[in-house]
């Protein structure tokens, strides 16, 4: 995946945050690397999804270089925008951070079937969203039974 393709992606929405990111991607050949930062991006499940949906529409090759994604702190992701994820990630990633970003159980829900057909996953974080104790608890059933991966909830 090149910066110049992902910068391009990031043109398309209309977030000062994004139109910065975007020219931090072009500027600097290490900014992405194949891990996407979009932190506080003011994203919405409407944009995740067709973020994720165009990066993975590049070649299989391009968006298996995507390493890592962090969607941390756009709060109007929600469960809508995590089950764009658990239906467009490659299965590949090995992190993924999404710290307050509004996700209940039933995007909650969605990210832990995906974990469960993720190949080389290192990290989850799903810190500060609005999940029961009943799928934390999941979670944490998960990250017993595979402890190479760090699962935060």
Do not use: Y
């Amino acid at each position: 995946m090149t910066n110049q393709q992902i910068a391009e992606i990031l043109r398309s929405f209309s977030t000062q945050n994004c139109q910065r990111k975007a020219d931090k991607i072009e500027e600097d050949e290490d900014e992405f690397s194949g891990k996407l930062d979009l932190r506080h991006m003011g994203l919405w499940a409407t944009d995740v999804n067709r973020l994720i949906r165009e990066i993975c529409q590049l070649d299989m090759e391009t968006s298996r270089m995507l390493s890592s994604i962090d969607l941390s702190f756009n709060e109007l992701l929600s469960d809508e925008g995590a089950l764009a994820l658990s239906n467009h990630l490659p299965r590949t990633l090995g992190e993924i951070h999404l710290i307050d970003c509004g996700i209940g159980d039933f995007g909650g829900g969605a990210i832990l079937e995906w974990m469960n057909d993720a190949h080389g996953l290192r990290i989850v974080n799903l810190e500060q969203n609005n999940m029961s104790r009943a799928l934390k608890e999941k979670f944490i059933e998960f990250a017993n039974s595979n402890p190479q991966i760090m699962v935060v909830v």
